[in-house]
């Protein structure tokens, strides 16, 4: 079974600018979540879409939004670009079961780089 | 407000010893517990999971283990192996409310042959 996969790997943007970033989960995978990670501050959570909803939504700007697909593939945009969003932003998916455990798998992540 | 934390960002241990690497929680409603590992340039990997009905769950050279009464868990390799080297993540998840994974801000192993 292919893993979750991102596209692309690699982007330089400029301040300003806008990105999307796009994400394949594994089949049958229902839930979709994007972090972010930077130096030091371990990943912190976006956003996460089940069933094409936004189903939870962490501390980051609106600048930053989402959405997913009815084949659960799912985009991240971020509007206004600014230095500090550069960073590793990974993709994971889920099964998602409201009860018992879990278990998220992430794909290789996009570097963005803001110049 | 960090509700998962790693309190040591590095680690190093002879090859063939033990690792043990420790996370600490605040939030008594988190009731499902993951390690991941994470190489340079790629996704964090999974690793092993516990629920909080458990107090240590094993998976060949990993075990984890749940303190739910101290709120912290552990994970340790034995025997650690140079290929262990890497930076690793506990996370925590609450299904009351809301849905969401929280990650602590990892602990570079490294692993001296």
């Known amino acids: 079974k292919a893993g979750v996969t991102q596209t692309p790997r690699y982007l330089i943007k400029t301040r300003g600018q806008q990105v999307t970033l796009s994400c394949s989960p594994i089949?049958?995978?229902?839930?979709v979540s994007w972090y972010q990670q930077t130096p030091g501050q371990g990943l912190q959570f976006l956003f996460e879409?089940?069933?094409?909803?936004?189903?939870n939504k962490g501390n980051f700007p609106g600048r930053f939004s989402g959405r997913q697909f009815s084949n659960s593939r799912s985009e991240m945009n971020v509007s206004t670009l600014e230095l500090g969003d550069s960073a590793l932003y990974l993709c994971?998916?889920?099964?998602?079961?409201?009860?018992?455990?879990?278990?998220?798998?992430f794909g290789p992540g996009t570097r963005l780089t803001v110049l | 407000d960090q509700q998962v934390k790693q309190n040591s960002p590095s680690l190093s241990v002879q090859e063939g010893r033990i690792s043990i690497l420790n996370c600490d929680y605040t939030n008594s409603m988190f009731d499902y517990f993951l390690w991941y590992k994470k190489y340079p340039a790629e996704g964090p990997t999974f690793l092993i999971s516990?629920?909080?009905?458990?107090d240590k769950n094993e998976d060949g050279r990993f075990t984890v283990f749940l303190n739910k009464s101290a709120k912290h868990l552990s994970l340790h390799i034995v025997p650690s192996q140079p290929g262990d080297s890497a930076v690793y993540f506990c996370a925590a998840r609450s299904t009351s409310g809301t849905y969401k994974y929280i990650f602590g801000t990892g602990t570079r192993l490294k692993v001296l042959a």
């Open positions: 089949s049958g995978h229902r839930s």
């Open positions: 879409y089940f069933s094409e909803t936004q189903r």
């Open positions: 994971a998916s889920s099964l998602a079961p409201r009860d018992g455990g879990d278990t998220q798998y």
């Open positions: 516990i629920s909080s009905i458990k």
